[in-house]
């Protein structure tokens, strides 16, 4: 879908693409990085836009450099700002994009109506786009993207400014749109935490550099953990302590829920569960006969992945900069793409 080959990109006081060399396949792929490390100039420069200092990039099999028209046929783009007039409706607005794209008058019509249904936007449609919440503004960015019916869109950072639940939907929406359209869809954020529901494969970039790129499930499949609940008996006041020391003198590695990041296990209210480390089948077997040979009920044993946020929070990103929820408009880029606060 997409190929950049030592792609660079220099701005007088700012580098803010660096030999960037990455592949992108087919399906839903997140481009993460914290605020300033380089996603938009990227996307600008992939939709023919901008052009690159260095290196080169293919969309769909054509050059950036020379093929912009061509690719702009077939991508769709959802720029990260607010860039709707506010006194023309949705469906005006989407109707004159579907016709830029080249659609005849009916089918842009019909087209428009399809795809602002998609998004979840009916009988407001209709109304002044000055009057919408954020959430509708990003649904009508998300329709003139798709209403041209193309093979991959390129979404900037289209959760920004929304609530909870408002991201939570609008992730659901753009899932569908691979699953129910089968279009390809490159999505940027600046949380991790966020990408990982929703994308087959993840693209890490900090200061215009490749950090990392990988499949979502390779990102945690080998820093899995084991959930451990177990009973108190008469032998054993403190079932868990027992079974802590059991486990850690067979040389498994195990923390309190709690104390890790299982703050989901702390926050049901129970300090009675172990987290441990997954080294292969081994490790299930010696949780069972740990437990038996204490002889208390086991509640659950269950397989735990580590969240993306959690495995860059312990290595690649100390800071936590992609796992804190820092609004966008919070923060300025230094040069080489840290950030601060304003
Ligand atoms: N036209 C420009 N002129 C000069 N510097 C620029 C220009 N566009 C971007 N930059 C700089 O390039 C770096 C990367 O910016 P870019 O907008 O691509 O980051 P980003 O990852 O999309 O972050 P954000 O989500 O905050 O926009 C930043 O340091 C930014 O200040």
Known sequence: MIATESLSKRFPRVTA????????????????????????????ILLGLSPATEGSAR??????????????EQVGYMPEHDCLPPDVSATEFVVHMARMSGLPPTAARERTAD???????????YRPMGGYS??????????????????????????????????DEMLGLI???????????????????????????????DGGKLLRS?????????????????TDTDAHPDGTSALMSALTAAGLTVQPAGRAAGAEYAAAGSGHVLLVDVAGDATYDAVRDAVAG????????????????????????????LTEDTHPHDVRPHEGGAVDAA
Not at 59 to 72: N, P, Q, W
Not at 115 to 125: D, K, S
């Open 17 to 44: 693409l660096d030999r960037l060399s990455v592949d992108i396949t087919p399906g839903v792929t997140g481009l993460v990085g914290a605020n300033g490390a380089g996603k938009s100039t990227l996307i600008k």
């Open 59 to 72: 969309v769909l099999g054509l050059d950036v450099a020379t093929e912009g028209s061509k690719i702009r």
């Open 115 to 125: 795809t602002l249904r998609h998004v979840g936007l009916y009988e407001e449609r």
């Open 134 to 167: 954020t959430g509708m503004k990003q649904r009508v960015k998300l329709a003139q993207a798709l209403v041209h019916d193309p093979r991959l869109v390129l979404l900037d950072e289209p959760t920004n400014g929304l609530d909870p639940v408002g991201r």
């Open 175 to 205: 899932r569908r749109v691979h699953t129910d359209f089968g279009i390809s869809v490159l999505v940027t954020s600046h949380l991790l935490g966020e990408l990982e529901r929703t994308c087959d494969h993840v693209v890490v970039i």
């Open 214 to 230: 990988s499949s979502t499930s390779d990102f945690t499949q080998d820093t899995g953990s084991l959930a451990v609940e177990v």
């Open 294 to 321: 204490l002889g208390l009920g086991l509640v659950r044993m269950e397989q735990r992945r580590h969240r993306i946020a959690e495995v860059f929070k312990s290595a690649d990103d100390p800071e936590g900069v």
